[in-house]
């Protein structure tokens, strides 16, 4: 296991903005792997919101094109989710996942992070 872990959830309100960063050991190169974001609420299934090819191919769920995008510095082993225009559908345990061989919103991640909250308020 490698971890990765997640940081800047927080409670926003709808309309509002927020960045969400992931971070692992320098061990690990982020460089060298598909990275995403996963989300899920309490009784739905966990969803792909947004990957990152190593080659730089991006993907974005229906719901947030548009709003969301994703990003990296290789260097600093960092991933990011900006997250514009939240709507109350975006609450959810947002997770950090990474994969050596295969990349999109549908894949079953080699890694994963432990998750860090979003809440949308009206």
């Known amino acids: 296991q490698v971890p990765l872990v997640e940081s800047g959830g927080d409670s926003v309100q709808a309309g509002g903005s927020l960045t969400l960063s992931c971070a692992a050991a320098?061990?690990?190169?982020?460089?060298?792997?598909?990275m995403a974001w996963f989300r899920q609420t309490p009784g739905k299934e966990r969803e792909g919101v947004a990957s990152s090819n190593s080659d730089g191919t991006m993907n974005y769920a229906d719901s947030v094109k548009g709003r969301f995008s994703i990003s990296r510095d290789n260097v600093k082993n960092t991933v990011y989710l900006q997250m514009n225009s939240l709507k109350l559908e975006d609450t959810a345990m947002y997770y950090c996942a990474a994969d050596s061989v295969f990349c999109g919103l549908r894949i079953k991640p080699d890694y994963w992070g432990k998750g860090t909250l979003v809440t949308i308020s009206s």
């Open positions: 320098s061990g690990f190169s982020f460089g060298d792997h598909c």
